[in-house]
């Protein structure tokens, strides 16, 4: 479990990480309903800003030292879920839940909008979408971002079925707590989850799933 400190550096990542996709995502779209606008030095102010709050928290980590141990447990979890997808039941409705920051999209490596893809996990979603595994993402962003978090997972190449965000009510949950009961309640809708990938403890405590794939953060240095 994350002690009450680590807890608050994630919390404050996570709001750090949530105003800059704001800024940037409102940036993009001024400059889209506004083509005609001269001048766009101030939309680019908050790209810099958001920049330099998202690669502050990843200094530490190198990307393709990441990348490389994101594709290790990928590596695991593909030929499980190639045999789990093969063995289901008749009629079985089999989900995958993912966490979206540094796990199914790159986001404390640089910042833009749309976020890329996590391309080891998008490669194990992708099969698993092709054979017919449901995708759910359960994530502690904010609801206030919800329409730009949907739409930059579909250009990144995710096939989603349902997309979990924190109402306001559920801000006053702990985020472990808030994901277990997103969880329960896609199996309440007949769903098997037959895996559970994020990288944080947070993400993958509480069970309602087979099996759960950790990817790494590193101490808490990536939220």
């Known amino acids: 479990m994350t002690d009450q400190n680590g807890q608050t ?22 400059a889209t309903v506004t083509p005609s606008v001269a001048a766009p ?45 093969a063995d289901s039941a008749p009629g079985e409705k089999q989900a995958i839940v993912l966490d979206i920051d540094n796990t199914s999209l790159e986001t404390d490596f640089g910042f833009s909008y749309p976020q890329p893809a996590n391309r080891p996990v998008l490669e194990a979603a992708q099969y698993a979408q092709e054979h017919g595994v449901a995708l759910f993402f359960v994530t502690a962003r904010p609801g206030i971002i919800e329409a730009p978090t949907e739409w930059n997972l579909a250009h990144a190449g995710y096939e989603s079925s349902g997309l979990r965000v924190r109402g306001f009510l559920d801000l006053f ?49 990536l939220s």
């Open 9 to 30: 550096r994630q919390a404050g990542r996570t709001c750090m990480r949530t105003l800059g996709i704001a800024a940037v995502t409102a940036a993009a779209l001024t």
């Open 173 to 221: 949950k702990g985020v472990a707590e808030y994901k277990t009961e997103q969880r329960a309640e896609i199996e309440s809708r007949g769903y098997t989850i037959i895996a559970n990938i994020g990288n944080s403890t947070t993400d993958l405590s509480g069970g309602h799933a087979e099996k759960t794939f950790k990817l790494p953060d590193y101490g808490g240095q």
């Open 41 to 85: 030095a101030p939309a680019q102010a908050p790209r810099a800003a958001a920049t330099a709050v998202t690669e502050a928290a990843a200094a530490d980590v190198d990307y393709d030292t990441w990348q490389r141990d994101c594709r290790a447990v990928m590596d695991t979890a593909l030929p499980y879920l190639k045999e789990r997808i």
